[in-house]
Structure formats: structure tokens, C-alpha cells
């Protein structure tokens, strides 16, 4: 074991205010690493973003096939936004971590957390595409449910604002 490996010593992962983080690196799908792999770069904890900051980060994060690191970015909103729109920063961060685990392959919470993510959605502000979404996310449940491999995350990545000179959800 390293030196940098806290379990070889005992002690615990801790941040600056003693609560207890696992500083393990992490892959692309947010699943630890062995200490002392080169991981992912992790998202920053506790970032206040604007919507459309937090919009575009985790738009590009899920379409680098990073959805682990699109659902801290929605974590950071739903924890830092003001109360009525945590409903829909959580139902976003559901939907992140649903394509998480589908696309590691855990179909049945998969399935489950992307369609417990369309119940926060409700009539979404700054141009996202609530009914879009809702779609994507049903049809990729019962796929998933379907499917005895993996999704790949990129591919599979939604589309959280009808992008410009498109119609709909779709990037085509």
C-alpha cells in the first residue's frame, strides 16, 4: 500500500473542516479507483453557478460521456439554489445518476433513477426541455431494462436545452 493510502494507516479521508471525503481517484463513470491510479478530475464541491453556468458545465460533462460529474454540478444547484427549484436540480441530478448506473450497469436502479428523475422536472425555467427530457429518460429506462450490456454514456446523453438552429431535443 502507499503512503497515500489512508486505509494503510487507518486514517480516514478528511477535508479542511474534518468531514470525511474519499480523496480515491475516480474514473470517467465516478467508480473508485486503486490509490495512486491517475482517475478523472472530480468536480469542485459546493460551487454557486448560475443556471446557465450549471446548464452548460453539465451539458458538456454528459456529452464527454461524464454524467457522475454532471450530477455534482446539479448537486451543487439543488444544494445552493433557492428552495423552490430544488425539485428540479434534484429530478436533474436523478437523471445523471440514472445514466451513471446504467451505464455501469446496474440496470434496475438505472431504470429506477431515471424515472424517478422526470418527477421533479414539472414545468422547467431557462429553456430546459422538461417533456424532452421526460422522454429521453423513459425510453432509455425501459431500454436499459431491456439491454443485458451497458449503455455507453456519451451516446447516450441527453439533451437538457433544445440546442440552437435545432427543433427539439435532438443535436441532428
Known amino acids: 500500500m502507499s503512503e497515500h493510502d489512508p486505509q494503510a494507516t487507518g486514517d480516514r479521508d ?10 480515491r481517484p475516480r474514473d470517467g463513470l465516478g467508480r473508485p479507483l486503486p490509490y495512486g491510479t491517475e482517475g478523472v478530475e472530480r468536480q ?3 460551487v454557486v ?9 453539465a451539458q458538456a460533462l454528459l456529452d464527454a460521456g461524464k454524467p457522475f460529474h454532471a450530477h455534482e454540478v446539479f448537486e451543487d444547484a439543488w444544494k445552493s439554489g433557492p428552495e423552490s ?16 448506473h446504467a451505464a455501469r450497469g446496474n440496470r434496475k436502479g438505472g431504470a429506477r433513477l431515471l424515472r424517478r428523475g422526470t418527477l421533479g422536472l414539472g414545468d422547467p425555467p431557462y429553456g ?4 424532452g427530457l421526460t422522454a429521453w429518460a423513459e425510453e432509455l429506462a425501459g431500454r436499459v431494462e431491456r439491454l443485458e ?11 437538457l436545452r433544445p440546442r ?5 431535443r435532438t443535436a441532428d
Do not use: S
Open 14 to 23: 478528511r477535508d479542511q473542516e474534518g468531514r470525511a471525503r474519499n480523496a
Open 44 to 46: 469542485p464541491e459546493g
Open 49 to 57: 453557478r448560475t443556471p446557465r453556468q450549471t446548464l452548460d458545465e
Open 85 to 100: 427549484e430544488q425539485p428540479l436540480w434534484r429530478g436533474l441530478a436523478q437523471l445523471a445518476v440514472g445514466l451513471t
Open 128 to 131: 430546459i426541455d422538461g417533456p
Open 149 to 159: 450490456t451497458p449503455v455507453d454514456a456519451a451516446r447516450e446523453a441527453p439533451v
Open 164 to 168: 440552437p438552429g435545432t427543433k427539439g
